[in-house]
């Protein structure tokens, strides 16, 4: 914010340095403290202190979480509570949960907060320690009308070709990388290449090679 308040930059420049700011988030692969978590969030959910709505959600995408709390000590400390065999919660501390509930939960905040308010989500290797089922259902967050309406975006990175599987991506919305010797890295929109059409198997035709960007090792 410090570049707002700078006396010599024009309108133009902070009204792009603002929007840059308030309408585009980077998830970052640093691991953030409890108190961060859900911060972008937390504000606009049904209920925040218990963190309800978020609990809803997980537990629509299969994580057995029942319940979320803060709990203030030293630190904040995020506290996620599950169930027994006999039905009984028991409470873990959040750092406790595998690496892959961790990244969701960093996925889900910002995904969360980018449908709440509009703007762009950038997510570097969305699939990262995920299920691809749990890959899609986030890309489908984006593309739903229903839980899209202020007309955020997401600009994502993958290794998975599960994501190219159900017709979830139409052909404008597919960049395929290439490496080359003289440009670095090229990419290339799967409706650049000919006789493509929506509804085709992107995943079995990328997996033949037909878009190029696909390594062929050997041993």
């Given at each position: 914010?410090?570049?707002?308040?700078?006396?010599?930059?024009?309108?133009?420049?902070?009204?792009?340095?603002s929007y840059?700011?308030?309408?585009?988030?980077v998830l970052?692969e640093v691991k953030?403290?409890?108190?961060?978590?859900?911060?972008?969030y937390?504000?606009?959910?049904?209920?925040p202190?218990?963190?309800?709505?978020l609990?809803?959600?997980l537990?629509?995408?299969d994580?057995?979480?029942?319940?979320?709390?803060k709990k203030?000590?030293?630190?904040?400390?995020l506290?996620?509570y599950?169930?027994?065999?006999e039905g009984d919660?028991v409470?873990f501390?959040?750092?406790?949960e595998?690496?892959?509930?961790?990244?969701l939960?960093?996925?889900?905040d910002?995904?969360?907060?980018?449908?709440?308010?509009?703007?762009?989500a950038?997510?570097?290797?969305?699939?990262?320690?995920l299920h691809?089922?749990?890959?899609?259902?986030?890309v489908?967050m984006f593309?739903?009308?229903?839980l899209?309406t202020k007309?955020?975006?997401l600009?994502?990175?993958?290794?998975?070709t599960?994501?190219l599987?159900?017709?979830?991506?139409r052909v404008?919305e597919i960049?395929?990388i290439?490496?080359?010797?003289?440009k670095?890295?090229?990419?290339?929109r799967?409706s650049?290449f000919?006789?493509?059409?929506?509804?085709?198997?992107?995943r079995?035709?990328?997996?033949q090679?037909?878009?190029?960007?696909i390594?062929?090792p050997?041993?």
């Amino acid at each position: 914010m410090l570049a707002l308040g700078f006396a010599g930059l024009s309108k133009e420049a902070t009204s792009a340095f603002s929007y840059i700011a308030n309408h585009i988030g980077v998830l970052a692969e640093v691991k953030r403290s409890a108190s961060q978590f859900f911060t972008n969030y937390q504000h606009k959910a049904e209920e925040p202190t218990d963190f309800a709505f978020l609990t809803r959600l997980l537990n629509m995408l299969d994580i057995d979480i029942v319940r979320i709390e803060k709990k203030q000590g030293f630190e904040e400390t995020l506290i996620a509570y599950h169930t027994n065999s006999e039905g009984d919660e028991v409470a873990f501390d959040f750092t406790e949960e595998s690496e892959g509930t961790q990244r969701l939960f960093r996925v889900l905040d910002m995904t969360l907060d980018r449908l709440a308010t509009g703007g762009i989500a950038i997510i570097d290797s969305i699939d990262l320690l995920l299920h691809p089922r749990l890959s899609i259902e986030l890309v489908r967050m984006f593309k739903s009308r229903r839980l899209n309406t202020k007309g955020a975006q997401l600009v994502f990175t993958s290794n998975s070709t599960e994501l190219l599987s159900d017709g979830l991506l139409r052909v404008s919305e597919i960049g395929i990388i290439n490496k080359t010797l003289i440009k670095g890295s090229v990419v290339k929109r799967v409706s650049d290449f000919k006789d493509v059409r929506n509804g085709t198997n992107f995943r079995e035709q990328y997996l033949q090679g037909t878009y190029t960007g696909i390594p062929f090792p050997y041993l």
